[in-house]
């Protein structure tokens, strides 16, 4: 491949307008700047992608949004921008990723070796027309005419967008190959526009895409051998090869009964091809709604990704793989995080020309509700919490260029492409309109900008839905009284009493007030379950409670410390994570339980449970800290029967850095309700505040100031800079600075340098003048599939804008402004 880099272009400008909450401009202490691009290199942003498998990566598709390269999507539509490392540019082209008729995201195909990190530029500039490696289509005749169900004559035409007449069905002989066909060099796929609801697959011997030549001469000869391949599955009366539909308890009800379908061809481009099918009026299980499928495929893969996005909840949607003889069924192992990916999959001479074919479901594992069958089909029926489910298909021909060939290899590559799905590749992006912004000198007002600034933009993206009967985007489900909704409410109080704003308490407000009942009772709430994550929430009633002084606050926190007064414990008197992990003493639930129980304490109890808070991190230190390195191993086992624990010690085995984070955290917090002159339960925490500075400072990266997830583990294979726990620690140590804890002349610099490296490493500026906090796990914990090992915490999602890393940089934003004032 040859790419030719034409004349950088130049961006004149990138006009930003700040984002309002609720209606008015964000405060800030001055406005951004606009930002213009060097007219000599057209820079817009580096990017850094890391392999973090021990295997070689073929054609891994990097996506990368305008928004974060902070480019506005009209600079896009204008505008060409390129991918290029030292040896020149990489394969890439501009999708509309999100079905709206835009061009916005940048998809980029890199090959990586092993473990190898690729350095990029972003910059200005076209590049020649690559060879093309995927294709989306669909044809219908033109020039014949309809008789009854069938159309007589014409020929074919391919067209953008298909809504067949109503009289259309299944061999109606109206759509070539009846369907929308889409496909990489790999493998070809058409899925049937009628009540079948079937997905075929197009073997493929060439190398390259051949939908362009498939059923030109009549609707039979695709199912002969040809030189290109042919039709290789008999569909029948089953979804066929990852087809969907819903699971009544006996069989799968196929996309049968609706009012219609509609194709649109969203890309059909040299590396991503997508298309769309819209199910109008499904009626299913009592409901009729509607489901939008968004298929796409990209170069060198066999992949077929289709994302469900349906109008109303529908749960036991079913995966399907038609059932044939002389075929080998196969799983991947359910015994893993709900995070990761697993398949179900077939394999054997299940082809109509005889040969080997291998066809996989590939899903993540906690979606899954069951495996089954019925006539027809091997079954995955899938949870649908909300609206939305992700999974991919494949279909892999012994007769392919330089194809599988037999069962073992099929599985090695099963077991490749889980990997590939669940362990991404670590991207470090840093744009050159967020540098602007993050480079100017820190100050007190500075600090506090961004604390505004990522609040402002959490009041639209996520914050103004925490409310009972809100919906939490990021896990597609209802709002829950849980940690993380407290977590990032109680962010907003923090921020709202030092720089008020009556935007932040309407939705503290708005919170506590739709929770919690007049008699006290809380929504989603069950104390019967024993999990002290559900305690957290707690803090904010309390400081709405002390705001307003209203009963109904009271009586909550009180249901909230009664479950406390029956949680289990362990033999030395340390609270159970949860009811469901007995014997076990986690870091996360040190903070999720104990600033509660002080908080509590010292309104309603004259501090009789302070000791009994203190003795939580008593034990914690006990147990869970190692004398080698300081550090907290993540949790402990007192039965030492878990997978994860140590047969000897009970511990887990990582130093896991948000776990960490959480303990920090409720160090400094838990002193805010110990009096002053209390010494004796004051000084066990202030003596842990002081040993774990001087430990987390060892592990600071030097070169970015900020903490790996695992924190002992730099430079590890598939380890990264993390967001979530590095904000924690900056929260730790300005606070514990800004109370007398911590020497200020020994800690300043560290929390300084600590602070801007969440703002090099992890802010994302966008041309709307809103901002993203990158490069969190989304959770990680132990138990149910999950093994404790350095592989499963890297396997956990990486996400951006979850409340368990936004909460924590907005605080400690507010800290570091105290800290800064002077």
């Not at 009854?148 to 109606?172: A, C, R």
């Not at 609801?197 to 002969?224: A, R």
């Not at 109904?552 to 009664?562: I, S």
């Not at 610099?749 to 600590?754: D, G, L, P, T, Y």
């Amino acid at each position: 491949m040859i790419y030719v880099l034409k004349r950088p272009l130049l961006i004149s400008s990138l006009t930003l307008s700040f984002l309002a909450a609720c209606g008015k401009p964000a405060p800030a202490p001055e406005q951004l700047a606009v930002v213009a691009q060097p007219a000599t290199t057209a820079s817009v942003a580096s990017l850094s992608i890391h392999n973090p498998s021990d295997f070689a990566r073929v054609q891994e598709a990097i996506y990368v949004s305008a928004a974060d390269l902070g480019l506005t999507e009209s600079t896009v539509q204008n505008s060409a921008f390129i991918a290029t490392s030292a040896k020149g540019p990489l394969p890439s082209q501009w999708i509309d990723r999100n079905a709206d008729g835009q061009k916005d995201t940048l998809l980029i195909s890199p090959t990586l070796s092993a473990g190898e990190t690729l350095a990029l530029q972003i910059t200005a500039g076209t590049a020649t027309e690559l060879p093309k490696q995927t294709q989306a289509e669909i044809s219908q005749k033109t020039g014949g005419q309809w008789q009854d169900k069938k159309y007589i004559g014409g020929h074919f035409e391919n067209v953008k967008h298909l809504t067949p007449p109503p009289q259309y069905t299944d061999h109606s002989e109206f759509i070539r190959y009846e369907g929308p066909g889409i496909e990489s060099d790999k493998v070809a796929y058409r899925i049937y526009l009628d009540w079948r609801n079937g997905f075929d697959i197009f073997g493929n011997k060439t190398g390259q895409p051949v939908l362009l030549q498939v059923g030109l001469d009549g609707y039979q000869s695709y199912h002969e051998p040809a030189d290109w391949g042919m039709d290789v599955l008999k569909v029948g009366k089953a979804v066929g090869a990852g087809g969907f539909g819903y699971w009544d308890g006996s069989k799968v009800e196929r996309v049968s009964k609706l009012d219609g379908h509609t194709v649109n061809i969203i890309e059909n481009g040299a590396l991503y091809s997508a298309l769309t099918i819209d199910y109008k009026n499904w009626q299913i299980a009592g409901k009729t709604l509607d489901i939008r499928a968004h298929l796409s495929m990209t170069a060198g893969s066999r992949l077929l990704q289709n994302r469900l996005t349906l109008s109303q909840p529908l749960d036991n949607l079913a995966l399907g793989i038609v059932k044939l003889p002389d075929t080998k069924l196969l799983t991947g192992t359910l015994e893993s995080s709900g995070h990761t990916y697993t398949y179900l999959a077939t394999y054997g001479k299940q082809s109509l020309d005889g040969a080997n074919l291998g066809m996989a479901i590939l899903f993540k594992r906690g979606k899954l509700k069951e495996l089954t069958t019925d006539e027809h089909n091997h079954v995955a029926v899938m949870s649908v919490s909300g609206q939305h489910l992700e999974y991919y298909l494949l279909g892999a021909w012994q007769h392919e260029l330089n194809g599988i060939t037999n069962e073992q290899q099929f599985i090695e590559y099963l077991q490749q492409e889980v990997e590939r799905l669940t362990l991404t590749p670590r991207l470090r992006l840093k744009t050159e309109l967020t540098k602007a912004q993050t480079s100017q000198p820190l100050t007190s007002e500075r600090a506090l900008y961004w604390s505004q600034q990522l609040a402002n933009s959490e009041l639209n993206r996520q914050a103004g839905q925490y409310y009972w009967g809100g919906w939490d985007t990021e896990r597609d489900r209802p709002v829950s009284f849980e940690y993380t909704t407290g977590l990032l409410i109680q962010a907003f109080d923090d921020l709202n009493k030092y720089a008020a704003d009556p935007a932040y308490q309407a939705v503290i407000s708005k919170m506590a007030d739709t929770f919690v009942t007049e008699d006290g009772s809380i929504h989603s709430y069950d104390a019967s379950k024993f999990n002290i994550d559900s305690i957290n929430s707690g803090n904010l009633l309390l400081r709405v409670f002390e705001q307003t002084k209203e009963p109904k606050y009271q009586l909550a926190a009180q249901a909230l410390r009664e479950q406390l007064k029956h949680h289990p414990k362990t033999s030395n008197s340390a609270f159970w994570h949860k009811n469901i992990y007995p014997h076990q003493l986690w870091l996360d639930g040190v903070y999720m339980g104990m600033p509660f129980l002080a908080y509590y304490s010292s309104l309603f109890e004259q501090g009789a449970s302070l000791d009994q808070a203190v003795h939580e991190f008593v034990v914690t230190r006990e147990q869970l800290r190692d004398d080698k390195t300081g550090l907290y191993f993540h949790a402990w086992d007192e039965s030492k029967q878990m997978d994860w624990a140590d047969k000897e010690t009970g511990r887990s085995a990582y130093f896991w850095g948000r776990a960490i984070g959480w303990l920090a955290m409720a160090l400094v917090d838990v002193l805010d309700y110990i009096p002053a002159d209390n010494t004796e339960l004051r000084q066990p925490l202030l003596n842990m505040v002081t040993e774990l500075a001087a430990d987390l400072a060892k592990y600071q990266d030097a070169e970015t100031g900020v903490w790996y997830q695992i924190m002992d583990k730099a430079g590890e294979r598939g380890n990264y800079l993390e967001s979530s726990g590095s904000s924690m620690f900056v929260y730790f140590y300005a606070k514990a600075i800004n109370k007398g804890y911590l020497p200020k002349e020994q800690y300043l610099q560290i929390s300084k340098k600590a602070w801007q490296g969440l703002l090099n490493e992890f802010v994302l500026v966008h041309p709307d003048g809103s901002i993203s906090l990158t490069t969190m796990v989304q959770v990680a914990g132990l138990g149910a599939g999950r093994d404790g090992s350095y592989h499963y915490y890297m396997s956990e999602p990486i996400y951006r804008n979850d409340s368990k890393g936004t909460g924590p940089f907005i605080m400690a934003g507010v800290q570091m402004a105290q800290l800064l004032k002077d």
